[in-house]
Structure formats: C-alpha cells, structure tokens
C-alpha cells in the first residue's frame, strides 16, 4: 500500500474542486498500523458493509445538490444548484427525491446541444443522476464486495476510530474510516484503470441505438454522520468524473440516423451535501 495514499487524494481533489470543496488534511502521524490476517480483515469489512445496509437512516433530508458539466475541456455544459428533499433505502437500492422550492435553485445549461436529444438519449442523465446513485449506494461499491481482486491494510487513528486502506490495480484505490460500531465516518478513492460502459439497445435484431463510453477517471470522497437515533447517513458526498470516447447513434424506424456523436469527452463535477 503506499505510504503516501492520503496526501495523493490530497492533491487530486485539490485539483478536481474549489476552495469549498476541498477535502481536509489526514494526518499520518495518528495513523498506527494493526496486523490482521486477510480472512480477518475481509470479515471486518462485511460487518462494515452490512452496518450501512442495516443501520441507515429511513428518514428524509434536505440536501443541496450542486451539478457541473464540461464537454471536450472547451465548453460549460450544465451547472445547476438545486435543493432536494432526499430519501434513501439501501436496502431497496431506492433513492427518491423532489425538488424543494428555495431562493438558492438555479441552473444554466446549454439547451442547444441537449435539445438534440429525445427522451432518455441524453447524456444528461449520465452526467448528473447516475453519478449520485451508483455512490450514494455504498454497500455495493466494488471495494466491498469484490475481494478477490484487493489488498487491504488496517490502521488505527488515536482517537479509536479504523482505517482500511485498498488497493486494486484494475479498479479502485482508497481507504475508509470507521468507529468501533463499524458505522462508516468517511472514504475516498480513485479509479485506477478506466472501463468501457456499452448501453446499446435494439429490438428484433436491429438497433435502436448504439452507446458507448469510457469512464477514463473518478474521484469520490463521501462523509458520514449519525442522527440522534444513532442511524447512519450521507453528510456529503462529492464526485469528479471524466468520460472518454462517448459515442451515441440513434436510429429511425427504417434504419436512419437520427442523431449521431462521435468521441465527445465529459467531465462532470458533484456536490451532495445534507442541509
């Protein structure tokens, strides 16, 4: 594991947010680390995992949902500020949420490049509501589940809370704190070797549409608190990601191209923070 894994988070997210987005300093010096055997270690990670699943909070929240998005390093976009009334169920793997009206909502978005699309083909959902779902629904991130492919290390922080530092070089390198509860406090991670996403669809032999993409890098940092019934939740989450290669060819009833994109690139930027 390397030694320098929390100020290299340090530095990506320094680089992917604003000052109001930057994640605070780990001190290392308060990190001691504690000998487990593999087997040990992956059943502390269950226990984990399982502690998000059984002990989430049910109750709604307001969160301040905060969207960018760029296209080809060039042009802006999307960036909206939106206040939702948010419901999460992990165990459903349901995320409801409605708009709530408050001064603070706005947006700004390039309706010239999204009006050229229908319905579900546009980007936009992959760009901002995809982004929120596939992290906030943390039992099932790859690192707790798909073992096989990681390392692990634990760590003890002064104050009695743990570390577990992961690494695979085919997915995601990170770590994660927990208390002696084994209620999440925070995780970071990055993705290390992009993956190719394929959502081409068709019907009775012939495409409806082809789509596909890369996800070249993701950076996530999430913290967690507990509410007075002792529920866990997501204070903030916060989500930079870079999608390479996009490529969408929507066809007609006969055939024809409708709509055609060929190797657009995306960053997106995400703020989720509880009110």
């Known amino acids: 594991m390397k030694k320098y894994l929390f100020i290299l988070f340090g530095l990506l997210f320094l680089n992917s947010w604003n000052a109001q987005a930057q994640i605070d300093d780990t001190d290392l010096e308060e990190l001691v680390i504690d000998k487990l055997s593999r087997s040990s270690m992956i059943d502390i990670i269950k226990k984990v995992r399982n502690q998000m699943y059984n002990n989430y909070a049910d109750n709604n929240y307001n969160y301040l949902v905060t969207h960018q998005a760029m ?12 206040v939702f009334d948010v419901n999460i169920n992990l165990k459903s793997k349901k995320i409801n949420k409605s708009i709530v009206k408050d001064p603070r909502n706005k947006m700004s978005m390039d309706t010239l490049f999204f009006n050229r699309y229908s319905g579900n083909d546009s980007p936009m959902y992959w760009l901002t509501e995809v982004v929120i779902r596939k992290y906030v629904n943390v039992p099932e991130l790859d690192f707790f589940n798909n073992f096989k492919d990681y390392t692990f290390e634990r760590k003890r922080t002064n104050d009695g809370q743990y570390v577990i530092e992961f690494y695979s070089e085919q997915f995601y390198e990170g770590y994660f704190q927990y208390d002696k509860n084994f209620n999440l406090k925070k995780m970071e991670f990055v993705l290390l070797k992009p993956y190719v996403i394929d959502h081409s669809q068709s019907r009775n032999g012939k495409f409806m ?40 060819t929507r066809f007609d009833s006969n055939g024809g191209v409708v709509i055609k994109d060929i190797d657009l690139d995306f960053k997106s930027n995400l703020i989720f923070k509880k009110m």
């Open 71 to 82: 296209i080809n390093d060039t042009a802006q976009l999307l960036n909206s500020e939106t």
């Open 209 to 248: 549409f082809e789509k596909n993409w890369i996800y070249k890098q993701e950076k996530v940092s999430i913290t967690f608190n507990t509410n007075n019934e002792g529920k866990n939740y997501v204070s903030e989450l916060k989500a930079s990601e870079e999608i390479q290669d996009y490529n969408f």
